[in-house]
């Protein structure tokens, strides 16, 4: 599963290359690209020194919604807080759980035109729906009914749950454990690589300034946020099960390790869209290219990697679990960081991680 970024940067080395022996600047530009392409960390950390913080836009609460202004575009989230269940992982045998777990996702997490945040923070779980469009009218009916299946889905599922208003709402979106950072001192040297590569007329700077540029486009109209003192911004970049056919019992008592850890004060957020047919294809298409060009070329990492790929097609077809694409943040100490990532959630300290919630 290669991503747009592996494809231009592909394109930009080959076009490197041809045109070396024409036009030295040319390969100078495109031997730039491919280095800002391959290196995003030169954009976080020109976002970060230019607003001392990650940017998040500012949102407008309504009486049920929030808003999110991107352009000519408006993103709209609704939420439901989860007050109660019947029953919870303590309480419930290895089929129970993994049906009931099921059920919720397979009924409630259905939309391909919209998004959703799974957030627990202070002890509370609250389910997010996040949709963007340009008619405000359709995308409140989008929404609308996206929140009825959420909803369908928690009755299943024996939960009890309460709409959130748009105060609420926006306490979880911007939670108090995320504070807003001051102006960065470094605001003038950040604006100054846009115009290092000119000033110098070194090519090779170019990078730097795409970096610069972009994180003065990317920071307009946002204040930048950091944890709170005691805390680290986490992002997800791993699940270790996915490539696994693990056992009922072994979901479970993850489960129950994930449970106990929420039941602190840690914020966690998982940003979910349904997979779409494409990238369930991709399992499969990796996991058969794998695997011929491991044993072509006597390779045992590929092979090995293929039987983890056909693993999780194993997931799919014989457990006909739905494919869904995650992001993740996490606000917590290490500590509490180090408990999720033994049951194989991978998190690494980033701040650009607070995407999640914008």
């Given at each position: 599963m290669v991503s747009w970024r592996t494809y231009l940067a592909a394109l930009s080395l080959l076009g490197a290359?041809?045109?070396?022996?024409?036009?030295?600047?040319?390969?100078?530009?495109?031997?730039?690209?491919?280095?800002?392409?391959?290196?995003?960390?030169?954009?976080?950390?020109?976002?970060?020194?230019?607003?001392?913080?990650?940017?998040?836009?500012?949102?407008?609460?309504?009486?049920?919604?929030?808003?999110?202004?991107?352009?000519?575009?408006?993103?709209?989230?609704?939420?439901?807080?989860?007050t109660d269940c019947r029953h919870g992982c303590y309480d419930l045998s290895e089929k129970e759980f993994f049906s009931l777990s099921t059920t919720f996702f397979h009924v409630g997490l259905v939309g391909g035109d919209a998004e959703y945040l799974l957030i627990t923070w202070n002890q509370h779980y609250y389910v997010v729906i996040r949709a963007c469009g340009k008619d405000p009218y359709e995308l409140?009916?989008?929404?609308?009914?996206?929140?009825?299946?959420?909803?369908?889905?928690l009755s299943l599922t024996g939960c009890s749950w309460e709409r959130m208003n748009g105060q609420s709402l926006r306490r979880v979106l911007r939670p108090s454990c995320l504070v807003p950072s001051g102006r960065s001192p470094?605001?003038?040297?950040?604006?100054?690589?846009?115009?290092?590569?000119?000033?110098?007329?070194?090519?090779?700077?170019?990078p730097l300034g795409l970096a610069g540029l972009a994180a003065l486009l990317l920071s307009q109209g946002r204040g930048g946020y950091t944890a709170a003192s005691g805390l680290h911004v986490y992002t997800l970049v791993s699940i270790d099960s996915f490539y696994s056919l693990a056992s009922l019992s072994d979901i479970l008592s993850r489960a129950k390790i994930v449970y106990s850890s929420c039941a602190k004060d840690l914020y966690l957020a998982l940003r979910v869209r349904p997979a779409a047919p494409e990238e369930e294809q991709a399992i499969d298409t990796e996991a058969y290219r794998s695997y011929e060009v491991g044993t072509a070329l006597e390779k045992l990492s590929l092979i090995h990697r293929s039987t983890k790929?056909?693993?999780?097609?194993?997931?799919r077809w014989e457990r006909r679990e739905a494919l869904y694409v995650v992001s993740g943040l996490?606000?917590?100490t290490q500590s509490q960081q180090k408990i999720l990532e033994r049951i194989g959630l991978r998190f690494i300290r980033l701040p650009s991680a607070l995407e999640v919630i914008s």
């Open positions: 290359l041809l045109t070396a022996s024409h036009s030295r600047l040319l390969a100078e530009l495109l031997a730039a690209l491919l280095f800002a392409l391959l290196t995003p960390e030169v954009l976080q950390l020109a976002v970060l020194a230019l607003n001392g913080g990650w940017p998040l836009p500012d949102i407008l609460c309504l009486k049920h919604a929030c808003l999110e202004t991107t352009g000519r575009e408006y993103c709209a989230f609704y939420g439901v807080k989860v409140r009916r989008t929404l609308e009914k996206h929140l009825r299946r959420v909803e369908e889905a470094l605001r003038l040297a950040v604006a100054g690589l846009v115009l290092l590569p000119l000033a110098l007329r070194a090519p090779f700077l170019l790929f056909f693993a999780a097609a194993r997931r996490l606000v917590a």
